[in-house]
């Protein structure tokens, strides 16, 4: 009963996702077949989602994430410092055996997080851990998505030591022609670019598309589910007061072709 009311409430929340994000998701939603809700909702239910993640969907909004980029099924996507590997679950049942989805781990951050993706890739038959350059971001395959959450604004903050303009240069080169980048990442206020990444953890969306589209690639759609506006930008988005609830902009580019 519990499983048959968590599909169905998750096929509930992915019909509402189409619809907020008309004319915005990488596949029209009236071409979208109906079992790629079954699927989504699939993806949501899946029993080995830690509890703790399950517990953060009401804001994470998984469902209208998903929707969004738009999978169909069988897309290779590479899920760019998936740390515990919240978005590599549900991007691992969501493009079904016949996809693949590649945790990439930073250089920088392998020591910690290596370990995290070999448990992804051990749960999940389509799932490779790689590690290596943010600079260099080589896979097996041409990609259909490159996934960044919550993530880009780390990879600006000069301590990290990420040349970020080589890094989306890298990112375009591993897409297929017509191939989606999508960040999603924490707003910062307006005119604060990028000079409050390593304080505050936000980062200007302005700031993002300029970087992004400086690359080659175009800019193809936003969503706004996980905007707050009681969000005024000014606290760090680990302060107690906003952790969980900051106002946060989901870009999606496309290289062209």
């Excluded at 990488?26 to 909702?41: G, K, L, N, T, W």
């Excluded at 691992?92 to 990439?104: I, N, T």
């Excluded at 997080?113 to 851990?129: F, I, M, S, W």
């Excluded at 943010?134 to 600006?156: A, I, N, R, S, W």
Aim: glycine share 8%; proline share 7%.
């Amino acid at each position: 009963m519990l499983k048959s009311t968590l599909l169905a409430a998750s096929a509930l929340a992915l019909m509402g996702a189409t619809s907020a994000c008309a004319g915005q998701s990488a596949i029209d939603p009236a071409e979208r077949p109906s079992a790629v809700v079954q699927d989504y909702a699939l993806a949501i239910a899946d029993p080995l989602r830690p509890a703790s993640e399950v517990e953060r969907d009401p804001l994470r909004k998984p469902a209208e994430m998903l929707g969004f980029i738009g999978i169909r099924g069988g897309e290779r996507i590479a899920d760019v410092r998936p740390e515990e590997g919240y978005f590599s679950r549900l991007f691992a049942r969501a493009v079904g055996p016949e996809g693949r989805v590649y945790a990439f781990v930073p250089n920088q951050t392998a020591a910690r997080e290596n370990a995290y993706g070999d448990t992804l890739a051990t749960d999940y038959p389509n799932v490779t851990r790689m590690t290596g350059a943010l600079e260099d971001l080589t896979f097996p395959e041409p990609l259909d998505v490159v996934f960044m959450g919550q993530e880009y604004h780390d990879f600006v903050i000069p301590r990290f030591g990420v040349d970020v303009a080589a890094m989306n240069a890298a990112v375009f080169k591993a897409l297929k022609p017509g191939g989606l980048y999508v960040i999603l990442d924490h707003e910062a206020a307006p005119g604060a670019g990028t000079d409050v990444v390593g304080t505050l953890h936000r980062i200007e969306g302005s700031a993002v598309r300029a970087q992004v589209e400086a690359a080659g690639f175009v800019f193809d759609g936003e969503t706004d589910v996980v905007r707050n506006p009681e969000d005024d930008r000014s606290l760090s988005v680990f302060d107690a007061a906003i952790r969980g609830r900051s106002d946060q902009f989901v870009y999606r580019f496309r290289k062209p072709g």
